[in-house]
């Protein structure tokens, strides 16, 4: 603790991230204090860790440590999101469903949720990109099924489009032969369930 609270205090973005993460557990050594980790994840944030992003971005959509701000929040998870991280991803892309099926501080932007849920469904490696990889599916799924915003956008690029079911499970919308490829190992395992149940 001592030597990465050191390394932190000099500006190392990864030490910084990982002394929010302390403070959070309440692990090391260190108090379980939120403030403390909102500080630290703010910092690394501020450098441009994914990491720090995505954990800062979760105190904010919750209000925790720090006052609650869904806007902040949001645009932590997309600065995350666009660098890959599959949770912001996934929280980037339930946040703007919850938008543009119920309202709320974010303007409504289905197709870029379907788009991040997207790519967090492609996700491959070790176990945890797997399980948000599942969770990713999950939600594209339910909502493909459940929403209007989202047929009316492509899954594979998420752009509003002149769009075509899939001729298996009629849930799924695409543009084109192009993103129903990329697509299919992505959908297969939603289609088999889709087409099992109707």
């Not at 973005?13 to 909102?38: H, I, K, M, T």
């Not at 919750?62 to 996934?90: K, M, Y």
């Not at 990713?136 to 099924?145: I, N, V």
Request: glycine share 8%.
């Amino acid at each position: 603790t001592r030597w990465c609270r050191l390394a932190a205090e000099q500006g190392h973005a990864v030490s910084q991230y990982n002394l929010g993460v302390n403070f959070c557990s309440g692990s090391a050594g260190l108090p379980q204090d939120d403030r403390e980790a909102a500080r630290w994840w703010r910092l690394a944030a501020e450098q441009g860790l994914a990491r720090a992003q995505a954990s800062l971005a979760m105190y904010y959509t919750l209000g925790t440590g720090i006052p609650r701000d869904v806007s902040e929040g949001a645009r932590l998870f997309r600065l995350a999101a666009e660098q890959g991280h599959a949770g912001a991803q996934i929280n980037i892309g339930r946040l703007l469903l919850v938008a543009a099926a119920a309202g709320s501080v974010l303007p409504a932007a289905p197709g870029e949720a379907i788009r991040f849920l997207a790519q967090a469904a492609q996700q491959t490696g070790n176990e945890e990109r797997q399980e948000r990889r599942l969770e990713a599916l999950a939600l594209l799924s339910a909502h493909a099924h459940e929403s209007d915003v989202v047929k009316a956008c492509c899954i594979g690029c998420g752009q509003a489009r002149k769009l075509r079911a899939c001729l298996k499970c009629r849930t799924a919308r695409f543009c084109g032969a192009e993103c129903n490829r990329r697509m299919w190992p992505v959908h297969k395992q939603s289609c088999k369930t889709f087409t099992a149940a109707y």
